[in-house]
């Protein structure tokens, strides 16, 4: 049982950054592939951002590309969401999810082995 606990979400202004952060308790974190999704108010939960057990391969959304990076770091069982030039519309909760399969994360519909509990994000226009 992998557990994933985020942190980093906060309110910030529009054009403004955040870096959310996701620590897993396990050491077999660097097996899995890992991921953000978000899910905005009345919207169902979408995916964001992907990247492959060793880091090499990564994978975003068309809303977020060019704004938004991935990366992690084994040695702490962390993954990170650097977030740049935040617009209101990306304004969410902020889900870390761990799958075996980096592809998993992008299927229709998504396959996620496991779940955080969440981190608000809240960008003021």
């Known amino acids: 049982q992998v557990q994933l606990v985020e942190s980093g979400g906060g309110l910030v202004q529009a054009g403004g950054s955040l870096r959310l952060s996701c620590a897993a308790s396990e050491r077999t974190f660097t097996m899995y592939a890992m991921g953000w999704f978000r899910q905005a108010p009345g919207k169902e939960r979408e995916f964001v951002a992907a990247?492959?057990?060793?880091?090499?391969?990564?994978h975003y959304a068309d809303s977020v590309q060019g704004r938004f990076t991935i990366s992690r770091g084994n040695a702490k069982n962390t993954v990170y969401l650097q977030m740049n030039s935040l617009k209101a519309t990306d304004t969410a909760v902020y889900y870390c999810?761990?799958?075996?399969?980096?592809?998993?994360?992008?299927?229709?519909?998504?396959?996620?082995?496991?779940w955080g509990q969440g981190t608000q994000v809240t960008v003021s226009s």
């Open positions: 990247i492959s057990w060793r880091g090499d391969n990564t």
């Open positions: 999810a761990a799958n075996l399969n980096l592809f998993s994360f992008v299927s229709d519909p998504p396959r996620v082995d496991y």
